[in-house]
């Protein structure tokens, strides 16, 4: 049972089975606060390896599975059958078994991007979900307790009137090109699994949806310049965006893969006419919020802070203890099992939705035009 | 089932109910991996606390005890009972149910210090284990990869001969007096409940763990000046320590809980002939390493690395992606259920013992000796 | 006379009086290394300031003037005339007395942006200086050891072929509207004074030269977005730019007057295919460079570095003492003044130019055309 | 003339030939702002070097001595001699000098130990200086803008009653043994030279100041335990120490020339009752003051500030723009400079004092006592 007496849902997954990563990290967070079980599985394609992977899992023999369709079904028909599902394959298989388990009534927690294409990514929004089956698209970045924090600063007008947002998510690992036994290469940068989108696809929508999820700031037009810096490469690995948001803010997006040095330096900086938050990723526990004039306050997780702490974070262990990327993405999880137990009205309008993840899809799609482009200022309605 | 197809460890707690802190921790710790179900606890003595917090946790009503004995005696019995207990009870009632439980054949995971006396202590590792039960002492900070990546580079040479070890603990939570409804405070600055230490045994005792782990390094004698700052205080909030090693390196020890600024600011810092190692808890995912005459160099959990990284060290997402305090304290959890399956030999000499636990006391008790005489150099023998 | 016993060349001012902040700048780079003697100024247009200045320098009467012009003719024909001269007015201000001074046969040292309009820029590079009357322009950051040295590791390859540069230059200091009263706000913010660039003129061409000068690159086109967020402010005061440079690689340039928290941010990254550079002109004596695969490391101004040490750097005093913005501007003048000497060629190349002075012009001229034409990409042939 | 029309001061100096490093700085410092001309030197006892040295500072040939006395003797009489003079030899080269001059109506400013023996500094304190002759030992870190607001900060109570006093000097350039050809090692090393203290006079009375400076604290007694490691060193190399103040508070006092990594890392970090502060000197542009309770507010020089900037620092550049090692030095050397011309009433207490190098000599010998005698607590009253 959960910490707080709920009971546990029920957990289905797709994808993850043995060797993969985002199954193992969607694993954890199901299980940092006790809300789920994991019941049920079509952990690969390959029957071997799916019925490897579950039994390492302990799962029952009858509820190991090796195609989604028939999960589908047959969890549907159990009375104990998985509540919902967990999809954590490649980008391109995201569609299918979405569209399946939101018909058959159970709920999807979706790995970004949401599908690999942008008819995908509208098919799904069209899909009827059978009893009301809810959509949690895992931007675990949002997760973060001082990302809740900054969400709120900004809504309660701390900072003003916003003007300029640079976000940027530089990493490295694709620097030198990568062959087939890079697995997690591999499909990142075949356009057949992966989509239009390489960097842009795997981290920029990161970037692009933690802006928008901290500011609210609604896209007018990005101009992008994508390139594929490694030879050989089909997809990009260094997008470079400017981005102009309704109402005259301004912005810049930088997300590489060959940006030697950097891990995963995920960085938001946001400035309005009163104030400025600057947050990163590789150490999620501080954030500098300034109010003009004054000296810079370094808000911690948890810890003093000169304004009402966010309303909607999940603080664990105290201030000064570090929590990192598990903790944000079992945030996630929780709180998605709250809205699924019908008590948690208040974050289901925070949890990243299947709008969010069309508005990913149209990110991508109009980022990848404007670069065909020569950069040309492109609306989301044009793609 | 765990990640890795081995069974779950059933586990039981004493203490850690509604409202407590550490027994929370102690729990996402036991889930984080998927090691352990909770089955059973004697989460408080007073039943109705007990019952609540049982029930809330999902345990069975037949395994919600409220006497420790009880519990020790009930789950022995049974066929399905538990293997392992984590204590997590205020330092004077560490003692008991450890007893207790090595006795009944379970093995047991206490929190630090493993007592409120150093008589406890030295009975406690007088007792028989029955059936080899095996005892874990949770200093979750030698869990962190890094700290871990920096005991084996002190065993490698790779520092040379160890001169200088500076380690210190600031917290600021006691500047200003607590009444008893601050529970965190109350039993800690209760000579009854906490022992003759306070700050020293809080978080004193972690600090020079750390430093010991970490060094190896065996203390010849300390010189201690411990300060109650707050009026009325009955324990130290202040701790200043000299350390003398075997073999001639040198220490100091700061630990304080009025320091205002800090919320946890473990750090470790240990220089040799060779090299230097300098660590901080608030940001664990990196850690100096430098070899004299070339540059600083910033290792990163799981990242790239000149030598080869800690054999011992427990990554579970990429660099980059930080984890917390919950994954070190997880990884004592998973590496202690690999001992009690009987595969976890390479683990068993690095997790914290009993062994550790005496001579935690004896820091503790050598330093409040040391202070009483004018700060004279005492000698863990001479406690 | 100078340390090396060199002797002191003979320096003139114009502009920089009484309650101007970057001639008293000028002034303090000039004095540091004991290079130069300030005997000679027109500090002002307006007589009585330009005399109270004058003797509060303690500059002859004789030579204390109001007009540059008349100042250029007198102290070229007195035999013990000023050598050199700092022109430190508004931009508008600067291509008069460069051209008189050039003409006069005396070196001229001259703020940056080089003018204020374009045509300026380029009658100025048609002068033809008198008996090889040098020009130096302060863009003062490349005077900084570090930036010296990650020039020379560029060039030496050890980044590998460059693809990606991010530099940006963060200020808050303009994020609410000023008046007349603001003497340094007032000119910067006035078309008339400072030309038709406001940020980019006073920050980006800093901005942009630093990246320049490290890399080497030259810049193919840019697309620029500029905004002026301040009611009723003329100039923009953000500054967004990517830029595509010779060769393939590509960049970003953001600069502000409005990122409220920032100070003074100049900060330039560098990735190529082998490698990564960092570096932040607020904590200057600290340089990240990482070689792919290896971790990072922090060089430091005059410290450990496993490769040569920047021929081209002035440390005065040991690594870990730090140095600053002034000691970089006194780098400038201390290198010049050997070029005066004659004893200079290797610095020659390295001191920023009057073609460098130009190619800043065009920078700004090509990017408020791109801005003006909704971000198209200019080349700078087309200003 | 200075900046603000004040005549210069005529400086002379004793010791600084070429090659010595703290003599250079010396110079440096007097050249910033203005307020000196070097004149005369008595450079190096070597006439050769001497000689040359003077040359190549373009002091007049028959300003240029070998001996100090003789320099007193001859400046003292001439019309146009010096006002001031810079004592810039090694410790055991302090007295004779010092007195001297200020016997002769000049006054000295003097390098840091006052001098190599306690003997030395109380004969010191009790010459007569002739005319009024003023004393300044250069302790430069108190000159530190922010070092200033940490003294005022303490001062007006805004971190309450002070309880604990950290600091540190860390550094690492005497990790291996070195020969008389490092020259700033040999007489560093060598009691000789340099007196009974090794790194704690070199240094560790650096740090001692600082602590002093800024919280006002008087010391009731040390407990120290020092250390050569490096085999075949006469003088420590490492020391650790433990401070009473009177009143109450603690202190903990580290300095170390075998901490590898550390360059220069001098740090500060005080605490009392309402309030904390940390600066460091590799960063000195930037401290974090607390109020409890409250978040952690970065004050950056010159900067915003929720407090009356300091009174008493000198702020050249705008915030943002680093100032450093030789700014700060520059600062005391002014501001003596008003002391000198009557006009730095202001400054005058808060200059470094013959007094402060009586008290530093006590710091140092009653160290060494303790640590000869078991780091038994020692006043200063016993040595």
Redesign the interface.
């Known amino acids: ?1 959960a ?3 709920a009971r ?1 849902i029920r957990l289905g997954m797709v994808g993850g089975g043995t060797g993969a ?1 985002i199954g ?2 969607h ?2 967070a199901a ?4 809300d789920y079980d994991l019941v049920a599985g079509a952990l690969s394609s390959r029957p071997e390896v799916a019925k490897e992977s579950g ?4 799962l029952a023999e009858d509820r190991i599975y090796t195609s989604y369709e028939e999960m589908a079904r047959a969890e549907a028909a159990r009375p104990d059958g998985i509540e919902a599902v967990a999809i954590v394959t490649p980008n391109h298989m995201h569609y299918g078994p979405a569209k399946a388990f939101l018909e058959a009534g159970i709920h999807v927690i979706c790995d970004k991007p949401i599908t690999s294409t942008i008819e995908d990514a509208r098919a799904l929004a069209q899909v009827q979900p059978k009893n009301g089956a809810k959509f949690l698209l895992t931007h675990n970045y949002t997760g973060y307790p001082l990302v809740r924090q900054a969400r709120e600063l900004v809504a309660s007008g701390a ?1 003003g009137t916003i ?2 947002v ?1 976000v ?1 998510y530089p ?3 694709l ?2 090109a990568t062959g087939e036994e890079n697995k997690q290469a591999a499909w990142r940068t075949d356009p057949a699994r992966s989509g239009a989108g390489g960097c842009i696809g795997d981290i920029g929508t990161h970037a692009y949806n933690l802006a928008r999820f901290v500011t609210g700031l609604r896209t007018e037009a990005v ?1 992008a ?1 994508l ?1 594929s ?1 490694v030879p050989g490469r089909q997809l990009d690995d ?1 997008v ?1 965006i ?1 981005l ?1 948001f309704e109402g ?1 803010a ?3 997006l ?1 997300a ?1 893969q ?8 995920l960085q938001l ?1 946001v ?6 938050l ?1 947050w990163r ?5 501080y954030m ?13 997780r948890g ?4 304004v009402p702490p966010a309303a909607s974070m999940n603080v ?12 944000a993405f079992a945030t996630l999880y929780s709180q998605f099992a709250a809205v699924i137990r019908g008590e948690g009205q208040d974050y289901e309008a925070l949890l990243p939705s299947l709008a969010d993840g069309v508005e990913g899809m149209q990110f991508i799609m109009a980022s990848v035009k404007s670069s065909q482009n ?2 040309k ?1 492109t609306r989301f309605s044009e793609v």
């Open positions: 049972m910490e707080n007496g546990r990563f193992y990290v694993r954890i299980r940092i606060d006790g039994e390492n899992l302990g900072l003007r300029v640079q940027e990493q490295d690992w620097t030198e101009s310049d390139d810096f260094n470079h400017m102009r005259g301004k912005g810049m930088w590489s060959v940006a030697v040095g950097n891990e995963n330096g900086r400035y309005g006419d009163k104030g400025g600057e990723q590789d150490n999620p526990n500098w919020f300034t109010e003009f004039g004054k000296p810079k306050q370094l808000l911690t810890g003093s802070i000169s664990r262990i105290p201030s000064g203890h570090p929590e990192g990327y598990l903790e020569d950069a200022w």
